[in-house]
């Protein structure tokens, strides 16, 4: 924190104060906790970081329940939800019902509690299912072009196959080819000489 104040960047520094924030509260140190996220909310109601002010709000409510000060924690955690939603932060918005909940079971109102509890669930449900359905949707458009892959492999095989077939048969029509040529010529050289011979014969008789 005290690296970051000469650099001037607001955003930076409520990030780094809310995670101490967040360290002090998971040490239940709850007066330095409000002390840090205090901070960080002020920092980022300035910044416009709706994200990071939601999150403050919601560990500030946490802290007010700890005190047992639930009229306030449920008023800084509605707040909190009403900019989860506004913005889709579902993640946080689980997260706040949650708080919600605990602050209505501390109440014993035990029905909010579970309104509160049963939304959160839900909440938590479908982003499981979103995840699980992104991860299969990747693993089937993996599946596909590793098929697609095998696919154009097999048919360049094929067509390598069919090439060295065809250049076979060239050859082998080249070979019959020559060796008809050459029987041919050789057929010719018998027929000359027979011939040859033959008038001789008939040179000698006559």
Known sequence: LAVCKPLKNPGVEAVIT??????????????????????????FQQTGSFDGQAS?????????MQEKNYTLA????????????????KREEAATLRVLSC?????????????????SEIILEAMIKDVISQ???NLEKKYETTKKENEIMQLKNEKQIQQLTIQKKNLF????MGGAFLFLVLLFFVYRNYNQKRVLQEQRIS
């Open 135 to 137: 991860q299969s949707a």
């Open 74 to 89: 449920k008023t800084l955690a509605d707040s909190a939800l009403l900019i989860d939603k506004k913005y889709g932060f």
């Open 18 to 43: 809310q995670n101490l924030g967040e360290i002090a509260l998971k040490n239940y140190d709850i007066p330095l906790t409000k002390k840090y996220i205090t901070y960080s909310l002020s920092v």
């Open 56 to 64: 403050c709000l919601r560990a500030l409510a946490i802290c007010h």
């Open 103 to 119: 602050i209505y079971y501390a109440t014993n109102d035990v029905k909010k509690g579970f309104e509160y509890d049963d939304q």
């Open 173 to 176: 029509n080249y070979i019959l």
